[in-house]
Structure formats: C-alpha cells, structure tokens
C-alpha cells in the first residue's frame, strides 16, 4: 500500500505539470510489433456498454484479459471468449498478464474510470476510456499530464468524433460559414432524481460481486444494490454532462477551440465562469432539472462565447430551444436520415452572426440553419483528417501513427470544462474555474469539490 497522497499535494504537483510521474518505456515500441501484427488488448468491465467491446474488439486486434469486478454480469462475456483469461482486480491482472497487453479498454462506472486508466498509463499501456473521461475535474487533468508523460496512445469513447458529419461541422464553423459564434446551447431531455435519501439497510454482499473492488477510491459503506443505480447518485455517476454531454458538447468545444484555455499560450487571466439555475440544490444526488451558463473568454480571435446547458424538460428555456429548432423544418422521425434530422432528447445548437449549426445528439449529422439559405453551400476545405473509426483510429496511434482526435489532450478538457458543471449545480452563486492552474479561485468549497478525496488503499 502506498503512502497517502493528500488532494492538496496532488493538485499543487498536477497543476504545475509535475505529477511525480516516471517514464518507464514507450509503449508503441515495447514489443516490436510490425504494423500488420495485432495488439494484446485487455477489456476492463465487459457488461453494459463494455459488452460492445467485446463484439467489437476481437474483429481487430487480439484481446488478450478481461476483468470485471461483477461475476454474473460478465458471465456472458466470459463465455463468448474461454480461452481469454480473466481476473475481478485490475491491478492483479496487469501484473500478472501484463507481457500479454500492449492496451487497455475501461468502460467500467464513472468513478473508477480514473484509476483503471491511470494504472494502465503508468504500466506503458494504451488507454480508451469510455465516456466521462473521469468522475472528477481533477482526475481528468491527472489523466491528461500522465498520457503526455508516458507518451501512451489515448482515446476517449465519444465515438462521434470520428464521423464524417463532426469534423465537416468543425470545418464549416471554423471556416467562417455561420459567422462569429457567441452563443450555445447543448441539450438533454433527462435529469436526475431530485430528493431521495440513501439507503440505510446492509445486506449480504453477494458471492458474484466483489463489493469492495466496485466501490474503487470511494468511502466504504454497507452494501445495497442501490448503490449500483450510479446515475442517482453524485459519488457514482455524472448525470447527462457526463452521460452525454461528452457527445452533444463535444462539436462547438472543439469547433470554438475552447480546449486552447488549458494549453500554454492561454492568456493567464482567462477564467471560465459557470452559473446555475436548478430544481432544488442536491449534494448526494443530481437535481430533476438544471439550467448551466458557461460564460467562456476570448481564445486569441475568437470572441466570448456563452453555452448553456440544458438537462431535464424542465430547464428553462428547453422548450423554446427545442422550438427554435424545429421551426426551420427539422423532424425527429426516425426514418430520417438526411439533413433534416432532429433528436428531442439530446443535441446542440451554434448561433452565429451568419446562421447557425445543429448537430443531433453524438454529433453524427448536422444541418446549417436556414436550410434555404445555405442549400446550394459548397463550404471550405476539408482541412481535418477523416477517420477510419474511433477505435480503429485509436489502434494507429497505439502502432506510433498521429494521436487519436479524442486523445486525452482534448478529451481531458473538454470532460474537465463539463465536470465543472456538476459542481456548479450545488452552490446558489456563480463559480470561477482557472483552466490553466485548475482550481475555482473565487470559492473554496467549490473548489474542494475538484478531486474528491481518495479513501486509504487507493491513489491516482
């Protein structure tokens, strides 16, 4: 067991870049492989979303471990690949199987996603994480300075990025077709659970969990099946800004090059504020419905820019959002596959000076508004790389070609600027983020809020 690292320390060591992080080789040489040779990959949390992986994976590359903490859930992936070793701790397994694994897949709760990853980067592994990036703002800068130190292919799984509608909609705005962008909206029609106490009954942990494995680096406590319902609770889960901000936000983040706040060359006084308007303020679980104004600076040229969050139907201003999108023709049919595609439950909105940009929900298809005014749009250049598929993109990088587009030097900011929506949901009264020393600077229990505090065992 490790000392103890304080959270005080920690951020103090993560925002200077200096993590106490070690080089321990480069990954994309470790073994030698040539290019045609297929990678050992290991799929940490195989059920849910992690069941894709497993279909998916073996198709490309060799998968070589799994691991999961909950037996029953992943009985079925374990069947499907027998000869596959398999373990519950993740640590155990890249000890004992790590010859064997040249990357790694987490797709396990929120919470536990920055340890897994964080392990896999400092054994000189490739990491895809799935989305949140990780639970915590500070977290998700661990993860970026680590990917950097280590030089590990990275990638996070918003797998719009890779479609062909996201990096043309990236194009079209940063090529000037709908003007200078001052405002945003992102939306989702879910919301939290409101009011609702935890339980208090223990019950008799069961013989296919190891409960102490999925509590990770958080408290312990009696075990509930309740608990396992991440989404209810703030400990466990990220509401919709993590569930799918992380694809709705993900275009005008990248389009408006709001990552650049994080990066050297940011001006050093550019703070990020956040306000916002909710149900009813909730420390333990998300609010029914919440309304979040990012008010972000200038970026070198670009102007300030205003996004605004909207989580829940009640939200205010969600419904005349939602209006002011299918007033131009939009249709959320299902059978509609062209340009006049609409999703209620989640999407985005760019307002520019010239027109604006809607893309549907994980950002895969997009239309310029008015429609009538832009038909006949030939558009700039294509100036972005296109992809041959999110993992597959990923799998290049882990071979030494360019990094991944959702590589953790972006996807870390862009999780780190939607975590800070989660806590600022909890305080009555703006908050100020530094992106640059990562702290919020105008509120000490907010920012007490950026890294929770690890219990003992666990450490980034």
């Known amino acids: 067991m490790r000392p103890r690292t304080t959270r005080r320390r920690f ?94 897949i987490c797709a396990t709760t929120d919470h536990t996603h920055a340890v897994i990853s964080m392990a896999a980067i400092k054994a000189g592994k490739g990491v895809f994480c799935e989305k949140p990036l990780a639970h915590d ?165 670009l102007p300030p820019v205003k996004l605004t969050w909207h989580q829940g139907t009640g939200s205010p201003g969600f419904q005349d959002l939602i209006a002011r999108i299918v007033k131009h023709g939009l249709t959320e049919d299902p059978r509609q596959k062209g340009p006049e595609k609409f999703t209620h439950h989640a999407g985005c909105l760019l307002v520019g000076s010239e027109g604006m940009l809607y893309a549907i929900a994980h950002n895969t298809s997009i239309t310029l508004l008015p429609q009538e005014k832009f038909k006949d749009l030939q558009g700039p250049p294509r100036t972005l790389p296109r992809s041959r598929g999110h993992e597959r993109e990923w799998f290049d990088a882990c071979r030494g070609g360019p990094p991944a587009m959702s590589n953790f030097d972006y996807s870390g900011p862009l999780t780190e600027f939607l975590m800070l929506g989660n806590i600022a949901t909890q305080f009555d009264r703006p908050i100020e983020f530094d992106p640059m020393a990562g702290r919020i600077t105008n509120s000490p229990e907010a920012d007490r809020l950026v890294l929770r505090e690890y219990r003992e065992g666990w450490t980034l």
């Open 137 to 301: 703002v500070g977290e998700n800068r661990a993860l970026r300075l680590a990917a950097r130190q280590y030089n590990v292919a990275t990638q996070m799984g918003n797998q719009g990025t890779a479609s062909e509608a996201f990096r043309r909609g990236v194009e079209l705005v940063q090529g000037g077709v709908i003007g200078e962008v001052r405002e945003v909206h992102v939306y989702n029609s879910g919301g939290g659970t409101g009011p609702k106490p935890p339980p208090s009954e223990a019950m008799p942990v069961p013989a296919w969990l190891d409960w102490d494995l999925w509590l990770g680096p958080n408290p312990m406590r009696p075990f509930h099946p309740d608990w396992m319902n991440r989404h209810s609770w703030r400990e466990f889960g990220t509401s919709q800004l993590g569930n799918w901000a992380t694809h709705s936000a993900n275009l005008p983040f990248k389009a408006l090059q709001i990552d650049s706040l994080w990066h050297a060359g940011a001006a050093e006084a550019a703070k990020i504020r956040l306000e916002a308007e909710v149900s009813s303020i909730e420390r333990v679980n998300f609010p029914k419905w919440a309304a979040v104004r990012y008010d972000v600076p200038a970026r070198g040229d």
């Open 11 to 104: 951020l103090s060591a993560a925002a200077s870049g200096a993590a106490a992080l070690t080089i321990l080789r480069n990954p994309q040489s470790a073994r030698g492989y040539q290019a045609n040779e297929k990678l050992g990959v290991a799929l940490v949390g195989v059920a849910g979303r992690g069941s894709w992986f497993v279909q998916t994976i073996p198709k490309m590359e060799n998968v070589t471990a799994l691991c999961d903490v909950n037996q029953q859930r992943a009985a079925e992936a374990f069947a499907q690949l027998p000869d596959v070793p398999k373990f519950a701790d993740f640590r155990v397994m890249l000890d004992k199987a790590g010859r064997q694994i040249d990357a790694v």
